[in-house]
């Protein structure tokens, strides 16, 4: 590229100038030429240091990561017969699940001629879907597979963004009560490289 749009490490617009011009400026600063808009024209290049900018978009990515809540399918197994005490148990189990942000799958398992009472399953799924309206919708409706029936309930939208902020404050407090490891400066965690890409110097 024979000409690039310079902006200094504080976001400083330095102007346009020659490729060489900007190495030789990164070269006296200390610091490196990045090009962090390839499709303007001129191109748009930084002077920073191409090592800081890649561990701190690594952090970032981090964190990112904490926030975010990967949904798992759990499964709450219960019987057509089921008592009434049993049956709070299921469902308190099936409540903290749904509020942790992962959906549920409600499996009600018959055995021998109860397979003939299938409507009986039905009602049971029916009641733990209206019981968990308030947090949870049903994603599939109850199904007969073999000798078991299922139905999946999904957390609703604000349920799950409760378990992403909960897991991402349980993930700073760990970082805050966690002793920062040594580490050298100069190398830090090697992350996978920025969407920024370092100019190679160009003989003039």
Same mark, same amino acid.
């Given at each position: ?12 617009? &330095?102007?346009?100038?020659? %490729? ?77 699940? &749904? ?28 009641? @733990?879907?209206?019981? %968990? ?30 378990a992403a902020a909960q897991k991402a404050a349980k993930a700073g407090a760990g970082d805050k009560g966690a002793a ?18 370092? @100019? ?5």
């Amino acid at each position: 590229m024979p000409q690039v749009r310079v902006i200094a490490d504080d976001g400083a617009q &330095l102007g346009i100038m020659s %490729t060489y011009d900007a190495l030789n400026m990164a070269r006296d600063r200390g610091v490196d030429l990045i090009e962090v808009s390839p499709t303007a024209v001129p191109p748009v290049c930084r002077l920073d240091d191409y090592g800081r900018l890649r561990y701190e978009q690594n952090k970032k990515d981090r964190e990112a990561r904490k926030k975010s809540h990967n949904m798992e399918l759990r499964e709450v197994k219960l019987r057509p017969k089921i008592e009434e005490h049993d049956y709070q148990v299921k469902f308190r189990t099936a409540e903290r699940l &749904l509020f942790e942000g992962d959906k549920v799958k409600v499996t009600i398992m018959f055995r021998g001629r109860e397979i003939a009472y299938a409507q009986h399953g039905r009602r049971l799924l029916e009641r @733990v879907a209206t019981d %968990t309206a308030k947090f949870a919708a049903v994603e599939r409706e109850p199904r007969l597979e073999g000798r078991n029936m299922f139905m999946i309930l999904s957390p609703r939208q604000e349920i799950i963004a409760s378990a992403a902020a909960q897991k991402a404050a349980k993930a700073g407090a760990g970082d805050k009560g966690a002793a920062a490891p040594a580490a050298s400066p100069a190398s830090p965690a090697a992350p996978a490289a920025p969407a920024a890409s370092k @100019v190679a110097p160009s003989t003039p």
